[in-house]
Structure formats: structure tokens, C-alpha cells
């Protein structure tokens, strides 16, 4: 039988090789991430649903410990191999934390279909500045590193897998790091799992397509977007709009026996606008409803707002914060 046949795909253009293998891993961090996190496979039902169409993912999430050789590096090897390019950086000193984007390879497919299966996504790599922690914190977290051996080269093998490349804490533990860092808490605990994936909202090709439209029809449906800073997280140029659900919680068994509750995953939903110097395509002038949706496709995502915002980021890291899950309403 032909290739395309193989690959279950009925697409001319087949995704061959190393692309192929690259999908494939996001694949397998996705189903880690479904099975883990109802909310978020409820919700991707749900959109795929009211859409009946394809849905695109914007970026997908990591966190690591940015301990040499642990942090942002030991996941983003995989993806540089993979063909992506490094973007800019993003500085939040207060959480402790820096953060980088990649970008997918300029050359890859459309995909062809749904989530992982369309376009390649973004990719947002964060890690702890461990050395700026208490003392205390610090050598839990290296302790556990250690434990890892050469784990921290395998980081996307880990995330694809399930696994944590280091043994498990004491609940004790954990409540340390919680005590001074959300993030690290939930980075010992989760360790390479996918923190994310983004529900490209301007793809979509219903009213869902303007995030007020999604987040409203979010919480009708009756799941929590996460309030801090408001839903809405709005960049400064206006351009780039994005919002998240509340973390799910799982038990989670510690070493010393004790099962207790932690924040998991969360899923986000994000809008980028076109930049003013596309504002001008004839489309936006021509006021023929018909015409209009029909050049508006011809709207790339490269006429789009790209990259991240700190601002933004810096209320969705709160996704995952014992704040949003203990909200009431
Ligand atoms: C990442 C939070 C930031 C974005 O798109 O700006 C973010 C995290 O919670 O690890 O996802
Ligand atoms: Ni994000």
C-alpha cells in the first residue's frame, strides 16, 4: 500500500521523517496531558464540537528547574533538533522565573488536521532561577535533580512518556517549595508533562473566533477561566489576547505515603490580532460581507501579532496557583 495509506492519511504531500517523528512525541505528550486533565479534553471535545471544524494549537507549555543542564536547555534540544528557532526572552523577577519561545520550522506542513495534526505549534520553555530561592528550597530541589542521574537529557522522552525523571518527594517537601514557589512545587511534582496547550482562537472559523465570544461560551459550559488580573489578559499593544482555564487537581501519592491533591494542567485560549501594517488589506475596506470573509482567509498567521507577552504570562503562570483553585465561583 502506498505511504499515505500508511500514515492513515489521505494528504498528498505526507509528512515524512523527521517531521513525522516530531509529531508523533507531541502526539504522545498530548494523550499524557488528555488523561491527565479532564477539563482540558472536555473542553477540546467541546470546541471541536461547537466548530465542527479543525482546531489549531498556538503554543504548547513546558516548566523546568534552571539548574545547569536542567532548565529551559534540556527541553528545548529536543525542539532546536526538531527544527525550531529560538525567540525572544522573557524576564519575571518577581516569580523568580525567565522564559523563552521557539518557533515551529518555517518549512513544515500544514498537517492537514486537527491539534497536533495541523500547523506545528509555538513552543514556551520556562524555568525556576533556582539559585535565587532559600537555602532550604534550593537543596530540596537539587536533591531531587540528582536523584534524576542523566535524566535532564531526556526531558521530552520523560514529558511523552509520563514520567518524572527524579523519585518522588515527601508531601513535606512539596509544601516547602509551595510555600515560596507555586512554580516549583508544581515542577517537582508534574516535572516534564505538558503545562499547556493553546486553543488558537482566531483559527477557529465560528464566532468562537473572537475570545470574548470563547470565554464566554467557556463559562457558560460551566468550566473556571482563571480571574486573576481579569479573564482577559490583554497585551499592551492591544494585539495579543489570551485567557486559561483553572488547573485540574490530581492525587498525587508522595514517598512518605501521604496522597493528597495537586494542581495539574490547564488549557489556554489565544487571539492574535493582525498588525497594523496589514490592517490595510483591501478585505477591511470593502464592506461586502462576502468578499470580506473571503479575503479575510487569505489572512496568514504571519500578518498576526506574534510571539508572548509578559504582562499576560505573568497572570497565567496563576493558572496553576492554589489562589484559582480554591476559588469559589
Ligand atoms: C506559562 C504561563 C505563560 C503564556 O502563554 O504566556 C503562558 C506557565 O504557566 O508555565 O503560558
Ligand atoms: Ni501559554
Not at 494549537?57 to 534552571?66: E, I, N, P, V
Amino acid at each position: 500500500s502506498s505511504r499515505s495509506e500508511q500514515n492513515g492519511s489521505s494528504h498528498k504531500s505526507s509528512i515524512q521523517g523527521s517531521e513525522a517523528f516530531l509529531r508523533g512525541v507531541l502526539e504522545s505528550m498530548q494523550s499524557v496531558y488528555l488523561n491527565r486533565n479532564p477539563t482540558a479534553e472536555a473542553i477540546l471535545e467541546l470546541v471541536h464540537s461547537a466548530e465542527n471544524n479543525p482546531l489549531c494549537y498556538d503554543h504548547l507549555a513546558f516548566r523546568t528547574f534552571g539548574v545547569t543542564g536542567y532548565g529551559i536547555d534540556s527541553m528545548a534540544s529536543f525542539f532546536l533538533d526538531y527544527g525550531y528557532t529560538r525567540r525572544e526572552e522573557l524576564r519575571f523577577p518577581a516569580k523568580k522565573l525567565r522564559a523563552l519561545w521557539f518557533s515551529p520550522p518555517a518549512d513544515s506542513q500544514d498537517g492537514g488536521g486537527r491539534g497536533i495534526k495541523g500547523p506545528l505549534p509555538r513552543i514556551f520553555i520556562s524555568e525556576l532561577i533556582v539559585d535565587q530561592m532559600s537555602p532550604q528550597t534550593q537543596e530540596i530541589i537539587k536533591k531531587y535533580i540528582a536523584s534524576s542521574g542523566n535524566g535532564n537529557q531526556y526531558a521530552a522522552l520523560a514529558s511523552s512518556l509520563g514520567l518524572l525523571t527524579w523519585e518522588k518527594p515527601s508531601y513535606s517537601e512539596f509544601q516547602q517549595l509551595a510555600s515560596e514557589s507555586e512554580y516549583a512545587a508544581w515542577t517537582l511534582v508534574n516535572g516534564h508533562a505538558l503545562n499547556h496547550v493553546t486553543i488558537s482562537a482566531h483559527r477557529l472559523k465560528t464566532e468562537l473566533r473572537d475570545i470574548k465570544n470563547l470565554n464566554r461560551f467557556i463559562e457558560e459550559s460551566g468550566f473556571r477561566l482563571n480571574s486573576e488580573g481579569g479573564v482577559l489578559k490583554v497585551s499592551p499593544d492591544g494585539l495579543l489576547l489570551q485567557s486559561s482555564t483553572v488547573a485540574d487537581s490530581m492525587p498525587f501519592q508522595f514517598s512518605d505515603g501521604a496522597t493528597e491533591s495537586v494542581p495539574c494542567s490547564y488549557i489556554e485560549f489565544a487571539e492574535r490580532l493582525v498588525l497594523p501594517q496589514y490592517k490595510n488589506l483591501p478585505a477591511i475596506e470593502l464592506g461586502n460581507a462576502d468578499l470580506k470573509i473571503k479575503l479575510m482567509e487569505q489572512v496568514k498567521e504571519f500578518h498576526r501579532r506574534d510571539g508572548f507577552e509578559v504582562g499576560n504570562a505573568d497572570k497565567i503562570f496563576e493558572s496553576t496557583s492554589k489562589d484559582q483553585l480554591s476559588r469559589v465561583g
